[in-house]
């Protein structure tokens, strides 16, 4: 790991200030992204600034009906709280199905949407990665590419968004907001949070320079059943090959978003549009634009059989 220094941040606007005008330097919330990069040096960041401390831990209810989630709420305590388990239920359920315990502890709201967009050869300094150093090629293209993007993907990036919770956030219309350095906020439809990686893969959001997440919006309940199917190689503490987060209503209709699949949680309204035809229905309009490998290629059956399981469990009579 590279030297760097550190300052603990007293409010957010000073956070987002002292990022913005300090060349190389990062935010530092749980860490347990950023760490990890940092030992591996494929983030060198010269100047951390702490915003453990800015009391952006609260679940409270809004104006509208929904709830604020503070940028710093852990994994663990968003998906025990009682609202977001009675009422956003796809949430908790996509929570739950990532990573351990213990990273769920320390783990936060901000940082879980944050966590880089990438492959097995962006951990590799060895590999060309235009991630990790952009115009160097990608490796993946032409290598191995099982757990990679079949949509959504460039010639130069066909990494994958690892994320569980965006999922769900995707398919709940979740807005994030944020503060700038000059102290204005703004609200970003999490639809519009990631990028897919086109020219500019190395940048995974849309978030500008210094701009720190503050919290992130959630409206009202949609009611309906809640749903978040995870398959993976391993049965605990893997990325998902495919991921399917809904929400479904009585007569059929609903909202599906899918994660494995590419650069950010894929969700098509077209394919929402269709869901009450079926699973077939949805994944021929979700994945029209594919282009998987031959290795990867099996992720949109994979997809389809998921959604079907989904839809199965909707149209099952309940107790």
Not at 107 to 126: E, H, I, K, S, V
Not at 246 to 253: F, L, R, T, Y
Not at 260 to 271: F, L, N, S, Y
Request: a positive charge; aromatic letters at 6%.
């Amino acid at each position: 790991m590279k030297s760097f220094t550190y300052e603990r941040a007293t409010s957010p606007a000073q956070a987002a200030a002292i990022v913005a005008r300090t060349p190389g330097a990062k935010f530092l919330g749980g860490g347990t992204n950023l760490l990890d990069l940092m030992k591996l040096e494929i983030e060198t960041p010269t100047h951390l600034v702490d915003v453990q401390d800015l009391k952006l831990d609260r679940i409270e209810k809004t104006r509208e009906g929904g709830l604020r989630i503070g940028a710093l709420v852990t994994n663990t305590a968003l998906s025990a709280d009682e609202r977001v388990r009675r009422d956003y239920g796809v949430l908790a359920r996509a929570i739950q199905a990532g990573a351990s315990g213990q990273l769920r502890n320390k783990a936060t709201t901000a940082g879980n949407l944050l966590q880089r967009t990438r492959c097995p050869y962006f951990y590799d300094p060895n590999m060309p990665c235009n991630k990790r150093k952009p115009g160097s090629g990608c490796s993946a293209i032409g290598g191995y590419s099982r757990q990679l993007a079949v949509v959504g993907s460039s010639d130069k990036c066909i990494a994958t968004y690892p994320g569980d919770m965006a999922q769900a956030m995707r398919v709940l219309d979740a807005a994030v907001e944020t503060v700038k350095a000059d102290g204005t906020t703004r609200a970003i439809p999490i639809a519009d949070f990631h990028r897919l990686p086109g020219d500019r893969p190395e940048i995974d959001n849309v978030l500008e320079r210094g701009e720190l997440i503050t919290g992130i919006a959630l409206p009202k309940p949609l009611g309906g059943q809640h749903f978040y199917q995870k398959v993976r190689d391993r049965a605990s503490y893997a990325f998902a090959l495919v991921s399917v987060a809904a929400v479904i209503q009585k007569d059929g209709s609903g909202r599906v978003s899918f994660g494995g699949v590419a650069h950010k949680p894929w969700r098509v309204a077209a394919a929402d549009a269709a869901l009450p035809q079926g699973a077939q229905a949805v994944a021929q309009r979700a994945f029209a634009e594919a282009r998987p490998t031959e290795d990867n290629r099996f992720k949109i059956p994979l997809a389809t059989r998921a959604l079907a399981s989904v839809i199965a469990q909707a149209k099952a009579p309940r107790a």
